[in-house]
Each structure stands twice: as C-alpha cells, then as structure tokens.
C-alpha cells in the first residue's frame, strides 16, 4: 500500500526565504506526482505535475524535482512571501487513477 | 479558466438522513473523483468514475454511497444513512486520461456536517 510522508508538518518563515518542501513514497510504481496548495476552508489547487519519465518542473518561483530511485520529491520555493501562506501538499498518482496524498506542511511565511 | 464547482458549500444533516452532493465538472474533463478529508486528517480517495461507470474505488467507498451522473453536466455522490463519521470536506476532481500528463482538478469542496 502506497504510503506518502511530508516533512516538515509545520514550517514558518521569514519573507524573503527560500524554503523546500519534502515528501516521500514507499511504491515506486508511479504515474505522476502533483504538488497542491490548499488555503484554510478551501480546495485544493494543482501547482506542478511531474510525469515519472521526468526530473522536474518549474512555474515561476516554484520548483519541484521527483527522484524515483529513493522515493523522494522536493518542492523549492523561491524569495517566499506572506501570500505563499498555506497548506501544501503532495499526492501520487499510482494506479491511474487515484492520487494519495501526504498529510501536508502547513507554511506560514512572515513579513 | 474553468473549474470544478461544488454545491453546496456547506450542507448540515441530521443522523440517518441520505445527502446528495453536487458536483459540476470542467466540460471537456471525462474523468471524475470523489475525495474527502476529515478534518485535520489526509485527504483520501473515494471513487474514480468514467464512461458512467466506476473504474476505483476505495475500502471506504461501501454500499453506503454512491455516485451518478445524471446528465451531461452534473456529477453526483449520494450518502445513504448517514452516521457521524461521515462529517468531511468532500471534494470532486475531474480529469483528462489518467497516467497523462494531465493533472486532477479539484472543486472547493463541500463541508458537511452531520449532527
């Protein structure tokens, strides 16, 4: 059973700091990997989608890498700013259908 | 851009009642999901639903619930006798092809309550 862990669980930060994000995975029978931000009391909204053929994906200051071989992503923020402020969170895409999700890292981000 | 919208936003029940939940997805998406999330808890799959039939579902998704889509439009989940532990955000996604590049779009989510 696919098994998917985020640390840290809580993160605060300075404005300004760049910041990563980890999540591992215990089922390296991957389709795809997203990366979602969900702010208090709302949806989840879809961030960065790495396919399994891929490294890593860019949209502006964010940056996600996927490394198969050790069951690992990263999500890098960049210059991070109090509007960055949220709950992220990472879902595999294992059997074509279903994502599973970590519990999150709650960021807060300070000016 | 489109999106997924959920209705209601918020949606109180009393214990033993049947709730329908509503879902409209982005219009040239043909893949459709349920999800749900206890709160402070993970999100966690239901069902996966294409070409009007289930095509996942998980070891949560039993005889209590169902999912329909009644026109071309909509998208329903149907809870039957609903207990307390069934209080969650329920959100629907929908999708091109999965295992593309394509990623799930997520609506807002329904909170329901169950008293």
């Known amino acids: 059973k696919q098994e998917v862990t985020q640390i840290p669980a809580a993160l605060s930060v300075p404005e300004g700091e760049n910041l990563v994000l980890n999540c591992s995975f215990t089922?390296?029978?991957?389709?795809?990997l997203q990366w979602f931000r969900q702010d208090p009391g709302k949806g989840l909204t879809s961030l960065l989608l790495?396919?399994?053929?891929?490294r890593e994906q860019t949209s502006g200051r964010l940056n996600a890498s996927l490394d198969k071989s050790s069951g690992r992503s990263t999500l890098y923020i960049a210059a991070s700013q109090p509007g960055d402020s949220a709950t992220y969170l990472c879902a595999w895409e294992t059997s074509g259908s279903r994502l599973t999700f970590g519990e999150g890292t709650q960021l807060t981000v300070n000016p | 851009e489109p999106e997924v919208t959920q209705t209601p936003s918020h949606q109180v029940t009393q214990m033993g009642q049947e709730v329908i939940l509503r879902c409209v997805p982005i219009s040239n998406h043909l893949y459709f999901y349920w999800y749900r999330q206890i709160l402070g808890q993970k999100v966690e799959f239901l069902v996966s639903f294409y070409n009007n039939e289930i095509s996942e579902k998980s070891e949560i998704f039993d005889d209590q619930f169902s999912v329909e889509r009644p026109d071309g439009s909509n998208f329903t989940l149907k809870i039957r006798s609903t207990k307390l532990e069934d209080s969650a955000m329920y959100f629907c996604?929908?999708?091109?092809?999965?295992?593309?590049?394509?990623?799930?779009?997520f609506g807002d989510g329904t909170r329901l309550s169950i008293l």
């Open positions: 089922d390296s029978a991957i389709y795809n």
């Open positions: 996604a929908s999708s091109r092809p999965p295992g593309s590049n394509q990623p799930q779009h």
């Open positions: 790495i396919q399994s053929s891929q």
